[in-house]
């Protein structure tokens, strides 16, 4: 009598994604959706802020900001099309937020915590994208933002001295 093996062999590569662990279409769909909403929101809101500031130091940053958010959200709705998706042209709940803080330096700071929102949503997504050009688009987009965050810290400690 020949052993025969109990199970057909595995062929893991070409196995489902979300077999595997990671993010299927409609999860990574959602999620890419979201951030580009969250950072549509934040793009207004430094374009509107920029002018705000009358301090160079700040003014800049804000429009520097400012371009990393419309990078980001080009980027995001490239990923979400090359998936197969419509991406959503609503932004985030976010913009009526920031805009409603008056003081500019309160509104940055209240800014940066929407970017260590945004790196802590790229934290939990990233480990679950399987494919290669989107994880690192993403990778990117999270070290921009805290790059932004750590920045936009320095200018604000700067200006209360």
């Known amino acids: 009598m020949i052993d025969e093996p109990a199970s057909p062999v595995c062929y893991a590569s070409q196995s489902d994604d979300v077999y595997m662990g990671y993010a299927g279409r409609d999860e990574i769909a959602a999620a890419l959706n979201a951030l580009l909403e969250a950072e549509r929101a ?3 809101v430094t374009l509107e802020s920029a002018k705000a500031f009358s301090d160079p130091a700040l003014a800049d940053l ?4 400012h371009a990393d958010e419309a990078q980001w959200c080009a980027m ?10 419509i991406p959503s042209a ?6 009526g937020k920031a805009m409603a803080i008056v003081d500019p330096c309160e509104r940055l700071t209240f800014l940066n915590r929407g970017q ?17 050009k989107l994880h690192a688009a ?3 987009m999270k070290m921009s933002h805290v790059e932004n965050i750590l920045h936009a810290e320095q200018c604000i400690a700067d200006t209360g001295d």
């Open 42 to 44: 934040g793009a207004r």
């Open 76 to 85: 995001l709705a490239g990923q979400i099309k090359r998936i197969g998706v």
């Open 138 to 140: 993403l990778a990117e």
């Open 90 to 95: 609503a932004c985030g709940a976010f913009y």
């Open 62 to 65: 804000v429009q520097a900001i």
């Open 116 to 132: 260590a929102w945004v790196v802590r949503k790229l934290d939990d997504l990233l480990p679950r994208v399987r494919d290669e």
